[in-house]
């Protein structure tokens, strides 16, 4: 199979910014547990910097007792009470679901229980509900995914393990097309794939291997998702994370984590919008 090209760092000019009066957009992020509760916070950090309002939300009853602790060192997001989500989910531009969703609720154990079958209950209830909003699912919730659960225009933020769960052997070009989504398979070369084309975008180095800096990314990706298309949103999301990443590299090697990730990616986007 012909290899898909490599993504064009001048597409990051094509990202809407705002003029005037103009917005960034809202959007609302759902995730987080009683394991995984810094996930989505890594998520709205970067986002938070990026769009005009970000709302956060939770089932699990811990993690708003966190996410009201953080508020007093980050300021810039809306923690929203669980029974409260729909209205927010309802006048956002974007939707994140699923970091720090628990698929299991121990490590290792490979049997649907009360963890499984929640994440699942929550992930395949808000997108049903919500078929026409711009989502992107990531982590838990796309360990439970259904196929047909996927909304037309979803943005899929899967590693390889994820991605063979949902999608088994068929090639992420011919998935994207058949379920008319865009695919970010995340890899020492991220492939990003949308209705039916790809582009490859390489750079990253093994610092970023560590735990949230798939969050990161997802963060990003929604906020640039709530004002531009899918396909653009994803791709640039993924090229500037690596360029982030290679950025701290060149600083202190792979001494840096999720949270000096999620500080230097907006300083990358603005940075790349300068120049275009």
Wanted: proline share 4%; aromatic share 8%.
């Amino acid at each position: 199979m012909e290899r898909a090209p490599l993504f064009n760092p001048a597409e990051v000019g094509k990202l809407f910014r705002p003029e005037g009066e103009s917005k960034n957009g809202q959007i609302t992020i759902i995730g987080g547990s009683e394991l995984f509760h810094g996930a989505p916070l890594l998520s709205l950090t970067v986002a938070s910097k990026i769009v005009d309002m970000v709302y956060f939300s939770s089932p699990d009853t811990s993690v708003g007792e966190v996410a009201n602790n953080i508020k007093s060192k980050l300021f810039s997001f809306i923690w929203v009470p669980w029974e409260d989500v729909d209205k927010y989910i309802e006048k956002s531009d974007a939707i994140l679901m699923g970091p720090g969703f628990m698929r299991y609720r121990r490590e290792g154990q490979n049997v649907q229980d009360d963890a499984w079958l929640h994440t699942r209950k929550v992930t395949q209830g808000f997108l049903e509900k919500y078929k026409d909003k711009k989502w992107v699912i990531d982590a838990g919730s796309l360990q439970v995914l259904e196929k047909d659960w996927i909304p037309t225009g979803a943005i899929l933020t899967p590693n390889k393990r994820e991605y063979s769960m949902l999608f088994g052997d068929i090639d992420p070009v011919e998935a994207s097309k058949k379920f008319n989504c865009t695919i970010v398979l995340k890899g020492v070369v991220d492939k990003v794939c949308s209705n039916g084309e790809c582009v490859e975008v390489a750079g990253g180095n093994a610092g970023m291997a560590k735990g949230g800096t798939g969050d990161t990314l997802a963060g990003l990706t929604v906020a640039l998702y709530a004002k531009n298309e899918a396909s653009l949103a994803a791709s640039c999301a993924s090229y500037i994370t690596k360029t982030a990443g290679d950025e701290l590299y060149g600083k202190v090697r792979t001494n840096f984590n999720a949270d000096d990730l999620a500080q230097q990616v907006p300083q990358v986007l603005g940075r790349l919008q300068e120049q275009k």
